[in-house]
T-cell receptor, first 112, second 112 residues
Framework: TQLLEQSPQFLSIQEGENLTVYCNSS?????LQWYRQEPGEGPVLLVT?????EVKKLKRLTFQFGDARKDSSLHITAAQPGDTGLYLC????????????FGEGTQLTVNP | DTGVSQNPRHKITKRGQNVTFRCDPI?????LYWYRQTLGQGPEFLTY????????KSRLLSDRFSAERPKGSFSTLEIQRTEQGDSAMYLC??????????FGPGTRLTVT
């Protein structure tokens, strides 16, 4: 059973601060996705990383996949209130069908 | 570009009643997934279709749950004899590439 642990579970920061969210597992994943979810809505795909050591940037968001493909991080620079939401990491293993295994999420609140 | 749609968005039912949810995937996507999400948790995989074939089911999908995808287009998820523990957000996702799943807005089920 693949498990993904996210930390921190809750994060409350002031506008303009930087933050990093971590997603760790003892299992190797074929790919890892990051999603953002608003209350009462479905998760929205932010990025997919597939290669160990891969770094992807999406404006102020930087995503990294660990060299061993067991962990990932999301770094937000100069956070804004619009970044508030639940950030979820999800891993996929090609040999276990197509299911995504999700972490429990990091609830981010950016205060103006 | 039409995203994944789900209906209804909210459903309130009494314990013991049957409910059915519908998911319309992105038109060219051949893979369709159902997940369940409870408060404070990440989504949990329920089942997966490739075209009309149901290829994988989670242990979470008890005998009271059934899913179909006739003709490989829309999908339905039925819960028979609902229990209070079934209260959750039911999410549908579709994909063309195995690991990039795009989610609908979800159906919030409340069993009273």
């Amino acid at each position: 059973t693949q498990l993904l642990e996210q930390s921190p579970q809750f994060l409350s920061i002031q506008e303009g601060e930087n933050l990093t969210v971590y997603c760790n597992s003892s299992s190797v994943f074929s790919s890892l996705q990051w999603y953002r979810q608003e209350p009462g809505e479905g998760p929205v795909l932010l990025v997919t990383v597939v290669t160990g050591g891969e770094v992807k940037k999406l404006k102020r968001l930087t995503f990294q996949f660990g060299d061993a493909r067991k962990d990932s991080s999301l770094h937000i620079t100069a956070a804004q209130p619009g970044d508030t939401g639940l950030y979820l990491c999800a891993g996929a293993v090609e040999t276990s069908g197509s299911r995504l295994t999700f972490g429990e999420g990091t609830q981010l609140t950016v205060n103006p | 570009d039409t995203g994944v749609s789900q209906n209804p968005r909210h459903k309130i039912t009494k314990r013991g009643q049957n409910v059915t949810f519908r998911c319309d995937p992105i038109s060219e996507h051949n893979r369709l997934y159902w997940y369940r999400q409870t408060l404070g948790q990440g989504p949990e995989f329920l089942t997966y279709f490739q075209n009309e074939a149901q290829l994988e089911k989670s242990r979470l999908l008890s005998d009271r749950f059934s899913a179909e995808r006739p003709k490989g287009s829309f999908s339905t998820l039925e819960i028979q004899r609902t229990e209070q523990g079934d209260s959750a957000m039911y999410l549908c996702a579709s994909s063309l590439v195995f690991h990039e799943q795009y989610f609908g807005p979800g159906t919030r089920l409340t069993v009273t």
